[in-house]
């Protein structure tokens, strides 16, 4: 949750109005004082008022200046989508600005590289150092290096807005989501900031086909995923289907487990369910898919997501809450292969010479 409640502010819708009239009038003062009392009045307020607040947040975000409050409007927008505002309809500034400030920060990046020695540190994300020897760093602009210094200090606090509006859209992950993911991970790289629920969020798959090889059994299936957040989650939904499914011999997960997965309505609070490795999983030349990573990390070979399934080499088990508690995910079996087509795909692994061939 974005924020938490406080009590005893002014109607949402009032303090909304007066935002919007205040920045159209171009009012420095009048926006200062309008934003400070909605940003007080988005918590307390009911949700009528927050679902029609949320867009009209939104559609401010581009009026504010680089420099100000941006993101804070941003989080009060991805509250009210938080309690039902329609995410579609306030997506495309909040991740407009959240892409703008990724970009900035990798620019105060690459001007702090060239401006010093081989063997300086980027700096912490912290306001705190942003002093005249580093502005003067930057760039002779002044206002430019301020924006680059500020985008590079809260770039993390568009994650929860951002985060509001990609768990809760398959339309909005596939509008914006691969525009946003490359420049997101360049950051990451960095390591100064810790942007992992945003990339996450962004590389969710969405109606995705994988091809997926048993090789303990030589049994090759396509299934569809949409909406999960890690591999945990995709391990047991792919033990739920093909082994639940009595497709594969194994111990199926629990109902809990793959409960908690796939239930729309998240759990309220963490549980202490527990779900149990089922499989190895391996990429077609046989190196591991870490449980931690994502079904974006298949490779894709002659143009699918290919996946291997082996024994595990030890026992596997780990909280079965999913990454996103917002996110139910889903995994459907399609079809199962034909053996000519299973053969085929298992010549293309490393797995080829070591296969089980049902007779």
Request: hydrophobic share 40%; net charge negative.
């Amino acid at each position: 949750m974005i924020f938490k409640k406080k009590r005893g502010a002014a109607s949402l819708t009032a303090t909304v109005t007066e935002l919007e009239e205040a920045v159209a009038a171009r009012d420095g003062d009048r926006t200062e004082h309008a934003f400070t009392a909605m940003m007080d009045a988005v918590q307390p307020a009911p949700d009528a008022e927050r679902i029609l607040a949320g867009p009209r947040l939104a559609a401010l975000i581009p009026a504010f200046p680089p420099t100000g409050p941006r993101p804070m409007l941003a989080m009060a927008a991805g509250f009210c989508v938080e309690h039902g505002a329609d995410p579609a309809r306030c997506a495309e500034p909040i991740l407009g600005g959240a892409h703008q400030d990724v970009l900035d920060a990798l620019e105060f990046a690459r001007r702090w590289a060239s401006a010093g020695r081989a063997d300086d540190e980027l700096p912490e994300p912290d306001e705190k150092i942003i002093d005249d020897a580093l502005l003067a760093r930057l760039g002779d602009d002044r206002h430019e290096a301020t924006r680059l210094a500020l985008a590079w200090c809260s770039v993390e606090e568009w994650q929860p807005p951002a985060l509001a509006v990609l768990c809760r859209s398959t339309e909005v992950r596939r509008r914006h989501a691969s525009d946003i993911l490359p420049a997101c991970r360049d950051l990451a790289a960095l390591q100064r900031h810790d942007l992992k629920c945003l990339i996450y969020a962004l590389a969710v798959l969405d109606d995705e086909p994988l091809v997926v090889l048993h090789r303990p059994t030589g049994a090759g299936f396509e299934v569809r995923i949409s909406g999960i957040g890690d591999n945990f989650q995709l391990h047991t939904l792919l033990a739920h289907v093909l082994v639940g499914g009595g497709h594969v011999p194994g111990t199926a997960p629990s109902v809990a487990s793959v409960r908690l997965a796939t239930d729309p309505q998240p759990a309220q609070g963490r549980t202490q369910t527990i779900a149990t490795g089922t499989f190895e999983l391996l990429t077609a030349d046989g190196d591991r898919i870490w449980n931690e990573g994502l079904p974006d990390d298949i490779p894709l070979v002659h143009g699918h997501r290919l996946l291997v399934l082996d024994e595990p080499t030890y026992r596997r088990s780990w909280n079965a809450d999913r990454f996103f508690p917002h996110l139910p995910g889903k995994a459907e079996l399609t079809r199962a292969l034909t053996a000519d087509e299973t053969q085929a795909w298992f010549a293309r692994t490393s797995s080829a010479n070591k296969i089980h061939r049902p007779s």
